[in-house]
């Protein structure tokens, strides 16, 4: 330690006799590393943009590109990888599954085993995996609206169970805790979906979510609890993209305002048809069988032979025989049935209803350009004229937009023209500060603000280099400054000339200190000094080899 005190302290002595230029020149090069190794640390420690763990292709990659591009986010299709920014990673995944943008089965977790080792066994690579699958799910569950801190803790059971021990099923339980509120069941529902789908075998009614501030436990809602919610989903869905496609169609009329309500029939129908044909009879099996005896007798042998013991009547011939046959069928009758299954989710809107307000400067602009002239105004009974006549072909032209004829069971819907004053708003167009350039500022700004957070690293490395050029810089002209150098009379130590020459002084001396008083020192004087100074230094460089000469100094004395 004191050895590396003593290399300091020597080397701030060393700065303190360098100019002002070295030490410019050390600051700017120190400077230049700081960058150099910030440049470094911001380029190499990770990869700015990563694959999101989608499907390649279908509509979840569609969807997830809409998204992007709907929330100004940057990113880069590479082959068939979307890139994104790497600290968005999980912050746009839980964004896209609390969308329903995408389904959680749907994440790819292959990512997770790219450092698997052939050397670990079986049963340490599932329990890898499955740590590595709660903490990505932990993770992106934590980037939900609303939601701080989240833990994941998914129980596996092993499949292979002994003899007699039941068959469990896994089951997981999740601890949020929520930024300040609590939480909602459209994040409960969120959240179980998301891990259940990531697991197999993960059943939704076996996730747990448990608030870590309220200690409340939530379950997922079943699909018969979801129907009051699938009505409003739907409804608003279907409102928001017929306003959104007539805000397109009138985008020609400024100011326009226009409301939708929609009908919508969510009721889930499933319907079964079987139709009869007239009935058939055809043979399942058959059996038959055929059985024949015949039994014939001859004539004796010729020969002389003893005929003692022999039947009389049986020493004729004669003849016996036996016929018989049986069959069997089994027939079956069956009639021909053709089955229908039919099954409507539903989700169609059934009626439509649409309500347009006009600003009244329209109507006015209409009425000059009729004119030919931008100066016109109308009367009154004028303009309601005009009014009516421009309403009733704005309804024309909207109505086809909203026709739900095609669906059985609909009723066509109703659109509303009507006419608003637009005082307030027309002085802030005309003026030079309208509302046009407001909304450009404000869009200016937050696209500003949205973007700042990405640029920050770029604006503290442009500022590192800006600072380093200014004191390179600052070396250069300080270094190509000519100092004055002093002359020769000045070196020589001539005194200045008299400015008149009609003087007979040669020169002034100046005011001086009075001279020392001189000493006369001997050889040994001399001596002592220099070893006084030889101590004082070997003192302050060397105090530890000091004080052992002065105690070995000290031992000889004695």
Do not use: C
């Not at 030490?23 to 380029?43: C, D, E, P, Q």
């Not at 209409?366 to 016109?376: G, H, I, S």
Request: glycine residues 6%; charged residues 20%.
């Amino acid at each position: 330690m004191q050895v590396l005190q003593r290399s300091i302290i020597r080397i701030l002595n060393q700065l303190r006799t360098l100019n002002s230029t070295s030490k410019l020149l050390i600051g700017s090069m120190l400077v230049i590393l700081a960058m150099a190794l910030l440049l470094v640390s911001v380029y190499t420690a990770k990869p700015s943009m990563v694959a999101l763990p989608i499907p390649n292709t279908g509509e979840a990659r569609t969807r997830t590109i809409a998204y992007l591009e709907t929330a100004n986010i940057q990113f880069r299709e590479s082959g068939n990888d979307v890139l994104v920014p790497a600290e968005q990673r999980y912050t746009i995944l839980a964004n896209l599954t609390d969308n329903q943008l995408i389904e959680p089965d749907q994440i790819d977790f292959d990512s997770l085993l790219q450092d698997d080792s052939p050397f670990r066994s079986r049963e340490e690579n599932r329990k890898r995996y499955l740590v590595a699958k709660m903490n990505v799910l932990a993770r992106t569950i934590s980037q939900m609206r609303g939601v701080d801190e989240a833990t994941v803790v998914i129980d596996q059971p092993v499949r292979s169970t002994p003899i007699g021990q039941p068959n469990l099923t896994p089951s997981a339980s999740v601890s949020v805790k929520t930024a300040g509120s609590e939480m909602n069941q459209t994040t409960v529902d969120a959240i179980a979906r998301l891990v259940a789908g990531s697991h197999a075998g993960l059943q939704i009614h076996r996730v747990q979510v448990i608030d870590a501030r309220t200690g409340r436990a939530f379950s997922a809602r079943n699909e018969s609890d979801l129907s009051a919610t699938k009505y409003m989903d739907i409804k608003l869905a279907a409102e928001k993209h017929v306003t959104n496609t007539l805000q397109d169609y009138l985008s020609y009329i400024p100011n326009v305002r226009v409301a939708v309500n929609a009908q919508v029939d969510t009721a889930h129908e499933e319907s079964r048809r079987n139709t009869f044909s007239d009935a058939i009879v055809a043979p399942v099996s058959e059996k038959s069988e055929t059985y024949n005896a015949r039994n014939m007798r001859t004539a004796s042998e010729p020969g002389v032979r003893s005929n003692a013991g022999v039947s009389i009547a049986d020493s004729g011939g004669g003849s016996s025989e036996v016929s018989r046959e049986s069959s069997a069928a089994q027939m079956r009758s069956k009639i021909p049935s053709d089955i229908t299954h039919r099954v409507d989710h539903k989700g169609y809107p059934l009626k439509i209803n649409a309500t347009v307000s006009v600003p009244r400067s329209y109507f006015v602009g209409v009425y000059r350009a009729e004119q030919n002239d931008p100066a016109a105004e109308p009367d009154e009974p004028t303009l309601q004229t005009l009014i009516a006549s421009e309403s009733e072909r704005i309804r024309i032209d909207v109505a086809p937009l909203i026709e739900t004829d095609a669906i059985e069971g609909a009723m066509p819907g109703v659109v509303q023209v009507s006419m608003y004053h637009d005082f307030a708003l027309a002085s802030l167009i005309d003026g030079p500060g309208g509302a046009g350039g407001a909304s450009a500022g404000s869009a200016g700004l937050i696209a500003d603000a949205g973007g700042s957070g990405a640029i920050v690293r770029y604006v503290s490395l442009g500022g590192l280099a800006l600072l380093s050029v200014g004191m390179m810089v600052l070396l250069v002209r300080k270094a190509t400054v000519r100092e004055e150098l002093p002359t020769i009379e000045e070196l020589v130590g001539l005194p200045p000339s008299l400015k008149n020459e009609d003087s007979d002084l040669v020169g002034e001396a100046g005011e001086t200190s009075l001279p020392m008083e001189g000493m006369e020192l001997d050889e040994q004087a001399l001596q002592r000094q220099q070893m006084l100074k030889q101590i004082n230094d070997l003192t302050l460089e060397a105090p530890e080899q000091s004080a052992s000469l002065l105690k070995r100094w000290m031992k000889n004395t004695e």
